[in-house]
């Protein structure tokens, strides 16, 4: 059973407008969560993370949410750029020791 | 300086034969992670290492092996591949822990794409 899910498997945007990338969890001892993003033929890199002591984190143009309460994070892109396609995984970890789970990844698609 | 590299990028190999992937990283970093890649499945964590000498299991390792002799590079094995073996396989490193209480980020290598027929 998938403890991290992404359950949009693709997402098309306008270049210009939000991106809202959605992610749930099921295991509620996660108290760290990732970003990665990954073009094609090239390994995921990171892009933000947030602790569960905040409930917002903010970089640039990429801001993500935390709603412990609903076990689910978002990641908001605004605007969005056409450079910006490619598929996004969420990853989770908690309690030393454990590992980092990764979602199924969200492949978006930024329209010029 | 080259981060993390994979040997090789693409492979095809008939069920039953064997075969070993290298990882290798330039950062001087102490963990480094083997995952495979499904799709709609996201990541999942085969094997890793805390340090050279050191291997342990991640949450899909059966059919692997994995040696760690030098700090820089992490081996992956294959005894007798598979058809469920077909994957895109990603090498990651970090400085310091990734895992449950640690924040370190992982550096991924760009993948090596293996069909088994």
Not at chain 2, 40 to 60: D, F, N, P, Q, W
Request: proline residues 5%; charged residues 15%; glycine residues 10%.
């Amino acid at each position: 059973d998938q403890q991290v899910k992404q359950n949009s498997p693709s997402l098309s945007v306008q270049e210009g407008r939000i991106s809202i990338l959605n992610c749930d969890y099921t295991n509620s001892m996660f108290d760290y969560f990732l970003w990665y993003k990954k073009y094609p033929a090239e390994g995921p890199t990171f892009l933000i993370s947030i602790s569960s002591i905040k409930d917002k984190n903010e970089d640039g143009r990429f801001t993500v949410f935390l709603n412990k309460s609903a076990k689910h994070l978002s990641l908001h892109i605004v605007p969005s750029q056409p450079g910006d396609s490619a598929v996004y995984f969420c990853a989770a970890s908690g309690m030393a020791g454990n590992m980092l789970t990764f979602g199924g990844g969200t492949r978006l698609m930024v329209k010029p | 300086n080259a981060g993390v590299t994979q040997t090789p990028k693409f492979r095809v190999l008939k069920t039953g034969q064997s075969m070993t992937l290298l990882c290798a990283q330039d950062m001087n970093h102490e963990y480094m992670y083997w995952y495979r890649q499904d799709p709609g499945m996201g990541l999942r964590l085969i094997h890793y290492s805390v340090g050279e000498g050191t291997t342990a299991k991640g949450e899909v390792p059966d059919g692997y092996n994995v040696s760690r002799l030098k700090k820089q590079n992490f081996l992956l094995g294959l005894e007798s591949a598979a058809p469920s073996q077909t994957s895109v396989y990603f090498c990651a490193s970090s400085y310091s822990w990734s895992g449950g209480g640690g924040t370190d980020t992982q550096y991924f290598g760009p993948g090596t794409r293996l069909t088994v027929l």
